[in-house]
């Protein structure tokens, strides 16, 4: 059966993909709690830095980062960043973290002022001011989108093919390359098993549009 | 002699071109309830919010316990603006009840009651647990210690925020306007937890307020600001009772005709 062969070799690229998917979402959340929080600190040089990252990051395209990331840096300045997974989750992660700092920060400016006026008030420090009353009112309230950006996250790593990481689509592409006239059943098989793959980040998604509409986690 | 707890010094302060502060001198005694009224915009809230370090006067000294809050002395013994270790030393006796009670809505009664003297102060967790349940108790919620803030009513939500200003044990704490965000059947049992408050003693009091029979029924003194001055003080029956100035006369009568 054509289906089943399909099918089984396009499981050998899905680790790929999940492993990529999975190192991409750690990191991007990373870099975007950290990128988030440095735009709202009071502190030029931190709040420029970040802005210039976000905003290269944010103005050029993923596919090109990643071939940056892959072939030009090594070139240019010697700089090899290890495997090539690696290389992918490092462009993916910053990509992504780039635009999520943007959620991050705006939650963080959404909390409502009398939060932090009631914290001075109790004579929190300001590390305890973010880390207990601001951070975990903020995060509640970008969890929607953030759910967003997962689902995101997991579509763009169908382009790590293209540096050459055997992920799902990389494996769909041989198979059609020798079995032409299969085309439509591997690219139908294909966006199934991605379509199956975003179900728990769709779940997670309307779990939180869930949670963030009631503004307090119950129990 | 006792010596004052709080001192303002020809306190003033700006909101860009807007001087809602024209120099104001007053000392408030340990234990003294003071009631400060006045039109809105006279200044009667930023008075209290510079003491909580919620904002920063333009003009001016503030003193607690002696000690200058908003400038302190570097090593070399210049005096300049304070950091934030200097101002969270100070502001350590003082503690405020807002108007909108700003409770912390991700966390239960009871943990907005233990956060700070658990992190803050640093104070062992059962024992603060142990107070934080007293409290809530005298406040009269000892039923919804596991709720969160969302599930209360305005009244129940600033007797909370009432318990968890006091869990910091200040030596002076500031209301502002406390029951103006309240449906009016609910402002009484707000109000007696304050009067309880005062009847109970040691602790000074500034209460921003529009309840005029309160103030007469609570207050030792009585300011009246207007447009960035005091414009007349004293007991508050001289105050509310037998005004002297025209603009304060003035006030009072608008206040009772609106009600």
């Given at each position: 059966?054509?289906?089943?062969e399909?099918?089984l070799?396009l499981?050998r ?5 999940l492993?990529?998917?999975v190192?991409s979402?750690i990191?991007?959340?990373l ?9 709202v600190y009071?502190?030029?040089?931190l709040?420029?830095f970040t802005?210039?990252?976000v905003?290269?990051?944010r103005?050029?395209?993923l596919?090109?980062?990643l ?5 030009a840096?090594?070139?240019l300045?010697n700089?090899?960043?290890g495997?090539d997974?690696?290389v992918?989750?490092?462009a993916?992660s910053?990509n992504?973290g780039a ?7 705006g ?6 002022q ?9 004579n929190?420090?300001?590390?305890q001011r973010?880390r207990h ?7 509640r309230?970008?969890?929607?989108e953030y ?5 995101q ?5 169908s382009?790590v ?6 992920d799902?689509?990389?494996?769909g592409?041989?198979?059609?390359s020798t079995?032409?006239?299969e ?8 966006l199934l ?5 975003a179900?728990?980040?769709?779940g997670?998604?309307?779990k939180?549009?869930?949670?963030a509409?009631?503004g307090?986690v119950?129990? | 002699m006792e010596?004052?707890?709080?001192q303002?010094?020809?306190?003033r302060?700006?909101?860009g071109d ?5 120099g ?7 234990g003294?309830k003071?009631?400060l009224?006045?039109p809105?915009g006279s ?5 209290i919010?510079?003491?909580?370090t919620l ?7 503030i003193?607690v ?10 090593k ?5 603006e ?6 969270r ?20 009664i009871?943990e907005n009651c233990m956060?700070?003297p658990?992190?803050v102060k640093?104070?062992?967790?059962a024992?603060?647990k142990k107070?934080a349940l ?8 000892s039923?919804?210690v596991d709720?969160?803030p ?12 009432m318990?968890r ?6 030596k002076v704490?500031?209301?502002?306007e406390?029951t103006?965000?309240?449906d009016?059947e ?5 109000l ?6 005062a ?12 309840e ?7 207050a ?5 600001l ?6 007349e ?6 105050i509310?009772v037998n005004?002297?100035s ?5 006030f009072?009568t608008?206040f009772?005709n609106s009600?």
């Amino acid at each position: 059966m054509a289906i089943t062969e399909i099918t089984l070799m396009l499981m050998r690229g899905i680790k790929v993909t999940l492993i990529v998917l999975v190192l991409s979402i750690i990191l991007s959340s990373l870099i975007a709690l950290i990128a988030g929080l440095s735009r709202v600190y009071h502190n030029k040089l931190l709040t420029g830095f970040t802005g210039f990252y976000v905003e290269i990051f944010r103005g050029t395209s993923l596919i090109v980062q990643l071939f940056w990331f892959s072939y030009a840096l090594p070139g240019l300045f010697n700089i090899h960043l290890g495997s090539d997974i690696w290389v992918a989750v490092l462009a993916i992660s910053l990509n992504y973290g780039a635009y999520m700092s943007e959620i991050v920060r705006g939650a963080i400016l959404s909390v409502p002022q009398g939060q932090t006026e009631a914290s001075i008030a109790l004579n929190l420090t300001r590390f305890q001011r973010m880390r207990h009353i601001i951070v975990p009112q903020a995060i509640r309230m970008m969890l929607p989108e953030y759910g967003n950006y997962l689902i995101q996250i997991l579509k763009a790593t169908s382009l790590v093919s293209l540096i050459g990481l055997t992920d799902l689509l990389y494996y769909g592409n041989i198979y059609r390359s020798t079995h032409l006239t299969e085309a439509p059943t591997v690219y139908m098989i294909i966006l199934l098993l991605y379509f199956l793959l975003a179900l728990p980040l769709i779940g997670f998604t309307r779990k939180m549009e869930k949670v963030a509409k009631k503004g307090v986690v119950h129990g | 002699m006792e010596e004052p707890i709080v001192q303002y010094k020809n306190i003033r302060k700006s909101f860009g071109d807007v001087e809602v502060l024209k120099g104001i001198n007053l000392d408030i005694m340990p234990g003294e309830k003071v009631a400060l009224i006045g039109p809105s915009g006279s200044g009667k809230t930023t008075i209290i919010r510079l003491l909580m370090t919620l904002e920063q006067p333009t003009g001016g000294i503030i003193e607690v316990n002696g000690e200058n809050l908003w400038l302190m002395q570097n090593k070399k013994n210049e005096l300049v603006e304070a950091d934030d270790k200097h101002l969270r030393k100070i502001r350590g006796d003082i503690g405020m009840v807002f108007q909108h009670f700003n409770l912390f809505p991700h966390m239960t009664i009871l943990e907005n009651c233990m956060l700070a003297p658990t992190i803050v102060k640093k104070k062992d967790k059962a024992d603060v647990k142990k107070t934080a349940l007293e409290m809530l108790d005298k406040v009269g919620l000892s039923d919804k210690v596991d709720l969160y803030p969302s599930q209360l009513s305005g009244g129940q939500k600033q007797r909370v925020a009432m318990a968890r200003a006091l869990m910091m044990r200040p030596k002076v704490m500031l209301f502002d306007e406390v029951t103006s965000a309240l449906d009016p059947e609910l402002v009484g049992e707000v109000l007696e937890v304050i009067r309880d408050l005062a009847k109970a003693g040691d602790m000074a009091m500034i209460l921003v307020t529009h309840e005029m029979d309160f103030a007469l029924d609570i207050a030792d003194r009585v300011l009246f600001l207007n447009e960035g001055t005091i414009e007349e003080e004293g007991h508050p029956t001289e105050i509310l009772v037998n005004p002297k100035s025209e603009r304060l006369k003035d006030f009072l009568t608008r206040f009772t005709n609106s009600r």
